[in-house]
């Protein structure tokens, strides 16, 4: 049996090995957000992630249960009493906070978001980048056109019904980013105009666009974590 | 008695925005997690702090839950692994160092948590008893100490890339064993 692992360097770093590594935080940060981009969209890489997750929680299992105090309980109770939970505001970011820096910043991501009006699309400069975005699984079709000059992402989705009870989630996935970034979620209508926000702007060459489905008001963890309905790469319009 | 089946219909019931399951669940598992929180950080106030957080993702995420393929517990201890994991690596980016025996519990699992536990996981534990002892360790202290492939070469004074083919090695044997 032994014989037929390689004793040289690098045995078999196959996928399924990533996947593993991946599992055990092993992965350096590039490595990391490139196994990422394609966990977003790669079925199988999330079921070897999956199965590798569930064997290591064996690990688990020798470490002795020790009662958490009460005070952390009553914490949670207040945290998700209904009147607080339904004030958004003040109220809503310092639950952000509490989930930790992604969720807060993907919450700042979408406060920075300004929806163009419909009627402005016609008066947009020319694309410069276009992905189409679509699955064969989802039957979802998006085109989206990047157009500089505005700083405007038009998102048209000509095919595809949104799950019940879900909301699109629309991500860009930079180059060179460690992790899919939220440009928000997208209201129920055929044609979307955002603004993408200043720090994304010099990413779009050479991005992919993701969509997910969401729990209404999108992603709570920052990061996508519905279906992959839909994904393109910006390319040159 | 806390049965698998309890936890998994109380995450669903939490997805739903169930209050009362939310808290049966956190009264059910919050020692195991509370548990696995004190193993990784070695320190008890963050460790509350990531056991809460780690909660706050529960009922935020639980809809997700049905989606990801993992049982019950094994999704639960996953978060929490992770929350703590990523406080960890918060910590040593900072360089701030721990006593290192402080702060570990000294006593065993209650017997409702201890059978919520004892799940389909016996067949890990063989496969990890294949391994010699150090290299089962090793990946034992990437998964609980979030060790990189260079501390582990540190803390087994190996050159870095011997460490990386041995836990590869030890990571494609798990898999031989657990794929039997």
Redesign the interface.
Known sequence: ??SE?PID?????DD??LA??YA???LGPADRAAFEQRLAIEGAL??MV?RW?????????D???????P???A???S??A?TKRSTVGQRGLS?WR???GAGLAAALALALFVFLPLNSIDTLSPATYIANMQSDDSGFVLLAGYHPDEAALVVKRSAGDIPEGRVLELWLIAADAPAPVSLGTLPDQASVTLTLPEDLRDSVAGATLAITDE?PGGS??GSP???VLAAGLLTDA | MTTTIDIERWINATASGDRAAFLALYDATNAKLFGVCLRVLRDRAEAEEVLQDVFLKIWRNSGLYQANGFSPMTWLITVARNGAIDRLRARKSRGEMVDLVAELPDHGPTPEAAAIASSDNAQMQMCLGQLEPDRADAVRGAYLDGMSYQELAERYTVPLNTMRTWLRRSLLKLKECLTE
Do not use: K, N, Q, W
């Open positions: 049996m032994s692992i360097g690098d045995p078999e770093r399924d090995m593993a590594e055990l935080h092993l999330r079921e999956a997750t569930e064997s290591f929680a064996a690990f688990a299992e470490i002795p249960s020790v009662e958490a105090p005070a952390v309980r914490r949670l109770v945290a998700i209904p639950l509490l989930i930790g729990p709570p963890t974590t519905g279906t």
